[in-house]
C-alpha cells in the first residue's frame, strides 16, 4: 500500500522546482504524468553527466513518471491537457505568468471542468508584482534571497551554490503546499490554485533575518565555515590531511569540545555561557580547537569526539558516501531496473514511513515513452492518436 496511490499528478513545469515536486508525490505512489514538448524534452534531459547520450539527472528527476509528449501550444495538445485536467487531482506548471491563460488553460477555467482540481504555479517571482512575467531561475532566488550575500569567506566575493539549491528548496515546499491543499479539499470538497514563488521559500531556511533587520538593523555579513549563531564551528584539517566538521550549537556539547582540546578554563569564562558569546571570542576558541586537530590523524579525532559525545563528522565527497555504513544502514541508494541503462543507482526517498513505503518503480523514461497509454485512458481512439502524431502535437 502506498500513501497517495489514489492520486493522478499531471508535471507539466521543466527543469527542477516543479518537476521535484511532483517527483516526491510519485515515490509515494501518486499516478504522476510528465508532460514534455514533442521535439524538445524536458531540458533537464541534457543536464549534468551522461551515459551514451542519457542524461543521469533526467533519471531521477522524472522517475516513478509516465511520460507523454504533447505540444501544449497546439490546440490539439490543449484538448489533451483539459480532458487530463478533467480526469486529475493535481496540475503542476511553472511558465510565465499568462501563459496558460493565452493557451486557453487559465486555471478558473479548469477549474470550471474539474472544480476539485489543485493548480499549483510555481514561478520564479510569483504570479503577480512588477517582476511576475520575468524569467526566473533559483540561481536568481540564491542571489536575491541574501543567501549569496551571506555565504563564502569574509574577505571574498558573494557565492553562489553549486547545485540547484533554491530550486530544491521550492520543490519540497511545493509537495507541502500541494498537500494541505489536498487536504483543505477532503474539508471543502473544493480544488484551489496555488502560488509559490521560487525566491520565497530559501528565505524561510536563512533564519530571521528580516525580524533581525526590522528590530536591530542587522546585516548578515559572510563568515566562511563559521556560525554567526555558535562557536566553535569551522572545518578543520587532520594531521593527515582530512578535513573534518564541528558543530556546537548545543552548549554541553560546546563545553565538551573545549575540555576535550585541553582548554576546559574556557568554559568558566562568563561569555561561554552563550552562542553570542562564544562568537565573539571565535578566534580563540578555533585556535584552540584547529591545534588539537592538526596534531592527530582524522581517526583518532573521530574517536575521541565520540568518546566525548561531541558532535563531528568528516568531509565526504560522492566516492566517501558511497562507502559509508551509515548510509548504507538507511538503504539511502537503490539500484533500480532501466529500460535504457539496464540499471541505475539513485537515492532512495526522502524519509521512511512504517505503514505506507515509497518506493522507486521506474527510473525517468525515454521521450513520449507512456504517451499512446495515457492518451488511451482519455479515450482518444488509435487513429485519433496516430492523427495527432502526424500534425506533431505529440511523439
Known amino acids: 500500500m502506498t500513501s497517495l496511490a489514489d492520486l493522478r499528478v499531471i508535471d507539466a513545469a521543466t527543469l527542477f522546482a516543479g518537476p521535484s515536486a511532483a517527483m516526491m508525490l ?11 514538448h514533442p521535439r524538445r524534452g524536458d531540458p533537464s534531459r541534457g543536464h549534468g553527466a551522461a551515459v551514451d547520450g542519457v542524461g543521469l539527472w533526467w533519471k531521477t528527476l522524472a522517475r516513478n513518471k509516465r511520460t507523454a509528449a504533447v505540444d501544449l501550444s497546439h490546440p490539439d495538445g490543449q484538448g489533451i491537457l483539459r480532458r487530463l485536467a478533467e480526469r486529475s487531482d493535481v496540475l503542476i506548471e511553472n511558465f510565465r505568468p499568462g501563459t496558460l491563460e493565452r493557451w486557453n488553460l487559465a486555471p478558473e477555467d479548469l477549474l470550471e471542468l474539474n472544480p476539485r482540481l489543485i493548480v499549483a504555479r510555481m514561478t520564479g517571482f510569483g504570479q503577480s508584482g512588477p517582476m511576475a512575467k520575468q524569467p526566473g531561475f533559483g ?9 549569496a550575500a551571506m555565504t563564502g569567506q569574509p574577505d571574498g566575493p558573494p557565492t553562489l551554490p553549486p547545485l540547484a539549491l533554491a530550486d530544491g528548496i521550492a520543490g519540497l515546499a511545493m509537495s507541502y503546499a500541494i498537500m494541505v491543499a489536498l487536504r483543505a479539499r477532503e474539508q471543502s470538497g473544493r480544488g484551489q490554485v496555488i502560488d509559490l514563488a521560487i525566491i520565497e521559500p530559501i528565505l524561510g531556511i536563512l533564519g530571521p533575518q528580516m525580524t533581525a533587520y526590522k528590530a536591530l538593523g542587522v546585516v548578515p555579513r559572510r563568515t566562511g565555515n563559521r556560525s554567526s549563531s555558535n562557536a566553535p564551528r569551522n572545518t578543520y584539517r587532520t594531521r593527515d590531511g582530512r578535513w573534518l566538521a564541528i558543530s556546537t550549537s548545543a552548549q ?17 569564562q562568563p561569555w561561554f555561557a552563550s552562542g553570542a558569546g ?3 571570542h571565535v578566534d580563540e576558541l578555533d585556535e584552540a580547537v584547529a591545534s588539537w586537530i592538526a596534531e592527530r590523524d582524522a581517526d583518532e579525532v573521530i574517536a575521541r569526539f565520540e568518546e566525548a559525545q561531541a558532535a563531528i563528522a568528516p568531509i565526504y565527497d560522492v566516492s566517501d558516501i558511497a562507502e559509508d555504513p551509515q548510509y548504507a544502514a538507511l538503504e539511502t541508494f537503490v539500484e533500480v531496473p532501466d529500460e535504457e541503462l539496464g540499471k541505475v543507482t539513485l537515492q532512495n526517498v526522502l524519509f521512511r514511513l512504517s505503514d505506507t513505503p515509497g518506493e522507486i518503480r521506474w527510473p525517468g523514461r525515454r521521450l513520449g515513452r507512456d504517451t499512446d497509454e495515457v492518451l488511451a485512458e482519455l479515450d482518444y481512439a488509435g487513429e485519433a492518436i496516430a492523427a495527432l502524431r502526424e500534425e506533431g502535437v505529440i511523439a
Open 252 to 268: 554541553p556539547v560546546a563545553e565538551r569540545v573545549v575540555a576535550l582540546v585541553g582548554r576546559p578554563d574556557l568554559v568558566e
Open 26 to 36: 510519485g515515490d509515494f505512489g501518486a499516478d504522476v504524468i510528465k508532460i514534455e
Open 278 to 280: 562564544r562568537v565573539r
Open 139 to 147: 540561481t536568481l532566488a540564491e542571489a536575491m534571497s541574501g543567501f
